[in-house]
C-alpha cells in the first residue's frame, strides 16, 4: 500500500475528500494526514521489535577499545537485541551493555579480565578488553526506517506519494484515524482501542513464539526405532 492510498483510505473513513497527492498537496487536511501518518509510524516502530525491523550487523574489531560509531558498524541503528553480542572469533558471547558505573570501574582496575564486554558511549561501540585486529563481533539490533521509497531504500518519513510501508499499514491506517479524531477534538476512544487491541495481537504474531512445555522431555530427540507403515508377514 502506498502513502497515497493510506491517505486516501483514511480520508474516506474519516469523512474527507480523496486527495489527488499527498506530499506535495498545499491541502492543510491533507497535510495534517502526513503529519499524523509520520507520528504514527515513528511511534509504531518504538512499540514492538518488529522481525521487519531486525538485522544483524557484523564487525571486524580495531586493536582499541574505541570500535568505531555504532552506525558505521550497524547501518539505520536504532537499538540493539539484548543479549545477542558474541565474539565469533572466540566464540564468547560479549557482556553488556555496561553501565557507566560497571564501565568506569573496569577502567580503574588493575587487572584486566579475560572476557571481553561492551557499552555504547558518545554513538560509538566501546569494547574492553581491547580486542586484537581482525576479530569477528556481531550483533542483532532493531533499525529505524520504518517506509521505503519505491526502489526500496530505508527511510525513516514519507517522502513522497509512492513510498510503502515497511510495518503494518493496517496498523498505521488505525493510527491515523484515531490520531486525526483526537486532534479534531473528538469522541476517538473506541479507535484507539481497537487500535491497541490491534498492536498488542500483531506484537504477538510477530515471528512466532516458542511452545514451553513443563515436561521438560517434550521437546527432546527421543532414540526410537521407526519402521516403515505397510503389511509385514508374520
Known amino acids: 500500500m502506498t502513502l497515497l492510498v493510506l491517505i486516501r483510505d483514511a480520508a474516506d473513513i474519516v469523512g474527507l475528500p480523496r486527495p489527488s497527492a499527498v506530499v506535495s498537496s498545499a491541502d492543510t487536511q491533507v497535510r495534517q494526514l502526513l503529519a499524523l501518518a509520520n507520528r504514527e509510524g515513528k511511534s509504531l516502530a518504538q512499540r514492538h521489535d518488529w522481525t521487519v525491523q531486525q538485522k544483524t550487523a557484523t564487525h571486524t574489531t580495531l586493536a582499541a577499545e574505541d570500535q568505531g560509531t555504532i552506525v558505521s558498524i550497524a547501518p539505520d541503528f536504532d537499538r ?32 584486566t579480565g ?32 520504518w517506509c521505503q521509497s519505491a526502489v526500496s531504500v530505508a527511510q525513516t518519513r514519507w517522502a513522497a506519494d509512492d513510498d510503502t510501508g515497511i510495518l503494518s499499514e493496517d496498523l498505521m491506517l488505525l493510527g491515523i484515524i ?38 521438560e522431555d517434550a521437546y527432546e530427540y527421543q532414540p526410537t526405532i521407526r519402521a516403515p507403515i505397510g503389511s509385514w508377514a508374520p
Not at 114 to 143: K, S
Not at 180 to 206: I, L
Open 114 to 145: 579475560p572476557y571481553q564486554d561492551f557499552r555504547i558511549q558518545g554513538g560509538n561501540l566501546h569494547l574492553y578488553p581491547a580486542p586484537p585486529a581482525g576479530e569477528t563481533v556481531a550483533f542483532d539490533y532493531v533499525a529505524k526506517s
Open 178 to 215: 484515531w490520531r486525526w479524531k483526537q486532534q479534531k477534538g473528538m469522541d476517538y476512544g473506541e479507535d484507539f482501542s481497537t487500535y491497541e487491541k490491534e498492536v498488542m495481537h500483531a506484537a504477538a504474531r510477530d515471528g512466532g513464539r516458542r511452545v514451553i512445555s513443563l515436561d
Open 80 to 111: 540493539l537485541a539484548n543479549e545477542t553480542t558474541w565474539n565469533r572469533s572466540q566464540q564468547e558471547r560479549v557482556g553488556g551493555p555496561l553501565s557507566p558505573i560497571d564501565w568506569q570501574l573496569l577502567q580503574a582496575s588493575t587487572v
